[in-house]
């Protein structure tokens, strides 16, 4: 895992990447915002849709919820990168829409998009 922060606005944002799924289920969450926070003192993070477990976009499994809920309670903001036009579901596009409607969760196309949405 690689934590980059970036300076937007006097908003630190830490860009997380890496080659290995970081986000498997709760516990791995926590473990991610605790490591970043602690790392970098930063409670803002972008990450790549594929550095997420797939069964996150399957919201039977109710883990996008259970994870998403997380980092709301630990007021961390949580912009995912990726194309998110290749899933089906219609509950999952309206929990995207309704997600990107707020101010914690966004699913985005790209790194600017994220750090525009949490530089505020």
Known sequence: MNIQVIQH???PIARVTS???LI???DSAL???ASVHYQSGVRRLILDSSAIDER???LKTRLAGDILQKFVTYQTKLAI???FSVYTSKSLRDFIRESNR???IFFVGSE???IARLSF
Do not use: R
Request: charged share 30%.
């Open 112 to 114: 600017e998009e994220a």
């Open 56 to 58: 996150f976009f399957d």
């Open 9 to 11: 606005t006097s908003v």
């Open 81 to 83: 990168i990726g194309d």
């Open 19 to 21: 080659n290995s799924i």
């Open 31 to 33: 473990d991610l915002m």
């Open 24 to 26: 498997f289920d709760v």
């Open 102 to 104: 707020g101010s914690d």
